[in-house]
Each structure stands twice: as C-alpha cells, then as structure tokens.
C-alpha cells in the first residue's frame, strides 16, 4: 500500500471526516491507523504526514488552488477540493514523492471516486502547480498566508504578543512536532527507562528543562513500545508536565483534577505524591472516566482514582477538603496548533468569547474545593490573554486567593518575571513546548 492509491484513499477518507464533517483531526486520524493496525510504519507515516500536513498549510493549499484553478475552493465539490488539497501538500512540502506520482494518484483517486469527467481539471490544475512550486513558496504575500493561520487569529497575537514573537510561534508550529513521555519514576529509575528504550532502536532526545520529559522518534506506535505498556511512560507534553511541578503537591495531599481526561495531569500528580495521598480525577462523561481508567489501568498507580463529576456543579461534600484543585479548563488549545491544526480552522472569536465565559464559571464553583490555605492551580493549553491573564486577574478580584511565587518551580531553565506574580505563559518558538498557561493560587485563611 506505500504511497499508493490505497494509503491516498484513507487520507481521502480522513480529511473528509475532519473538513466536511468537523472531526476532531487527533481522532478521526488515531481511529483510523487502530482500524487498520495491518499497516506498515511507512505506511503509517505516510497517511499521517500528509493527514497533518495538509491541516497545517490549509489555508495556504487554498490560497494556491484559488490561483491556479477557475472553480475557487469554496464552489469545488467537497471530494476533489480535498483531493487537490491533499495533492497540494505533497507537491509543494514532500520532496520524495515525485509531483507526477501526486499528479496521477489524485487523478486515479477521483476517478475512483466517480469523478471522471473532472479528471482532466484535477490532472491540469496539479501539473501546472506542479511546474511553477519553487516560485510560488516565494512569493507568498502576506504573513496569514505564510504560515497558513487565519487573519483574524494573526492580528490577535500580534496585539498580545507582538509581530516578531507572533512569527516565532507561527514558525514553530509548522516544525515537526515530536512524541514527548514523562516518566513516572515511581515505577521505574531514568536508567531503567532509557535502557528499555534503546533495546527497542527507539531514538530518545533528553529534555533540558526538565529530567522526567523525553522525546521520541523511531518508533511505530506507541502500544509497541514496551516502556509505555509497563506504564513507565505517559504521554504529556512538557507544558503539560509543568502543571504538576507548579502544584508543588506534598506527600498525604488530596487533590482534585477537576477536568482531568484523558489523566496525564492527575497521574503526574499521583507520581509527585510518592504513592502517598489520593488524586481524585473527574470529567463529565462516563466515556472520559474510561480514558482515565485506563490509564490507571496501565500505569498500576494506587493513589489515584476517576469519577464522573460536572465541574460546574457544586459538589457539597468536596467543599474544603482539597489541598490542591487542579482547574485545567476547557479553552480554545491555540497553544497546541502544531499537534493538532485543525483548532485553527474550526475555531472563532466568537467562540473564544464563549470559553472566557466558561472558564469563570467553572472557577466560580471550583475554588470551594480549597481548604484554606490550599492551593488553586488554573491552567489553559492555549495564548490569549483573554482567557489566561485576564481570568486569573479576574478570579483574583473576585474570591479569596492570593498570589503564589513559583519561581524556581520549572527548573532554572524558566526565569520570567511573571514567575513572582504567580503565573507563566509557555511560547512554542520560545520555549521547547507547546503553547500553555499556569497560574497558581493560595485560599487565603482569613
């Protein structure tokens, strides 16, 4: 099936779930490579490289076809817009596929699709792009174009952040985003980790802002790796690991994660508490307590357990009782665009607006899990200062917390002045993670 008409069909088959049918890209691509686990790794790649890589260069893809084809993308029938989107993106960004291999696979495709009379326009509008690629990667005329991001989303972060730190996180976005682990040495010493993992060829890059965190390449999939099924590994980005560190938990805590799935947070924390305590993990459905509990399952932790738990609904009995209440909240995830690109097609203004608001309510009922004297840790995957900066100033405003130091709990590496005020933005571009915010909070006892 390598590179051949089958693996095209089901990127076919997948970008159509996730462009005409709003999927999520991060499951509609996992379900599929489950569904198929017959598949080669090259295979493998090869469907999610250019799965992923279309989301990524979307808007920039269309900004392509419109020159170069009559019929603009938006009146295209849906099953040749992603065909010749998908072509596209092995044209100009796959330089071992030979354009003519992309050219008369997309042709063969919509063929097969029952699209024969529009093979001609498919074949002449992919052939001439084809010819004119290097000039067109140069001549890109605006930065929305570039780096394939919405105009409205590019005007954000330059009012926040600024047009040369916009630029580096768009940059960095559209580098390769590797698989980071961390370790649950609880379970199993950094040696023993790193040991099991090179007996198996897998690459291993060593964090250097954290010891616990690793990156992985060279592997198939993760269920083969035999480190992750002993449960020494959890996936969790290095942002997302910085949760835990700023919780700071000590041993005998009760703590609640009161958005918890799919767990890496909760069991992170479980890991910090030396198997002493208990992490109790809730979500709202009953489907997003099995992803937790199957992580349990897997890692073998004892100090941790799920349940299902509306966070926006006072739970009567869990008032007080928390050392630690972990809030990290529903948010738009622009942070973690380079792993999963389509939050930058489906997401709105309108929608950001939403989740401010969703996150205060949230943290309206959550704060009363805090014993006095405990701590609130609220975190985002995402920059906007809406829903970062400005909601934990307004939570400070409103309830009765205080500013927490946390310098020096994300390692010497992290040195920001924020860190006093008791809160961190993570930059993709410049920091080694994805984008995430954390903001730490002690109850006041009087």
């Not at 088959?13 to 598949?39: C, N, P, T, W």
């Not at 973690?336 to 939050?343: C, E, L, S, V």
Request: negative net charge.
């Amino acid at each position: 099936m390598t590179d051949g008409t089958g693996s095209r069909e089901l990127i076919l088959d997948i970008l159509m779930e996730i462009l005409e049918k709003g999927g999520y890209s991060h499951v509609v691509l996992r379900q599929a490579l489950g569904k198929y686990q017959f598949l080669s790794k090259p295979d493998r790649a090869f469907i999610t490289r250019v799965t992923e890589g279309t989301l990524e260069y979307l808007i920039q893809i269309d900004y392509v076809l419109n020159q170069y084809s009559k019929t603009k993308v938006e009146k295209m029938k849906p099953v040749i817009r992603t065909i010749l989107r998908m072509s596209v993106y092995q044209i100009l960004y796959m330089d071992r596929i030979p354009d003519s291999a992309a050219c008369n696979e997309a042709v063969k495709l919509a063929v097969k699709r029952r699209f024969v009379g529009l093979k001609g326009f498919v074949n002449g509008v992919l052939r001439t792009i084809a010819r004119e690629k290097e000039p067109i990667k140069e001549s890109f005329p605006e930065d929305s174009i570039r780096y394939s991001v919405p105009q409205w989303l590019l005007e954000l972060w330059q009012r926040e952040l600024g047009m040369e730190q916009t630029r580096q996180v768009l940059a960095a976005f559209l580098e390769d985003a590797p698989t980071m682990v961390r370790c649950n040495f609880n379970l199993a010493s950094r040696e023993e980790i790193l040991e099991s993992l090179r007996n198996q060829g897998i690459t291993v890059e060593e964090s250097a802002y954290s010891r616990k965190v690793l990156k992985l390449s060279d592997y198939d999939y993760l269920e083969g790796v035999d480190a992750f099924r002993q449960g020494w590994l959890q996936v969790q980005d290095l942002s997302s690991v910085f949760a835990g560190d700023a919780a700071a938990p000590k041993d005998g805590d009760y703590v609640i994660d009161v958005c918890a799935a799919p767990g890496g947070k909760s069991l992170h924390l479980a890991d910090l508490l030396h198997g002493t305590g208990m992490v109790e993990a809730r979500d709202l459905t009953w489907q997003k307590v099995e992803l937790i509990e199957e992580n349990i399952s897997r890692t073998g932790f004892t100090n941790i357990r799920a349940a299902a738990a509306d966070a926006l609904v006072l739970d009567e009995e869990s008032v007080e009782k928390a050392d630690i209440v972990l809030a990290d909240l529903p948010c738009s995830g622009l942070g973690i665009i380079g792993k999963k690109p389509d939050i930058k097609i489906h997401m709105t203004p309108e929608k950001l607006e939403s989740l401010v608001s969703l996150q205060r309510d949230i943290l309206s009922v959550v704060w009363q899990y805090v014993k006095p004297g405990g701590t609130l840790v609220y975190s985002t995957c995402t920059i906007h200062r809406g829903e970062n900066q400005e909601n934990a100033e307004w939570f400070l405003e409103h309830f009765p917390f205080e500013r927490v130091d946390i310098s020096g709990r994300f390692g010497e590496q992290v040195r920001e002045a924020s860190l006093k005020e008791g809160w961190m933005q993570f930059l993709p571009g410049k920091h080694p993670c994805d984008g995430f915010f954390v903001a730490v909070f002690r109850r006041k006892t009087q």
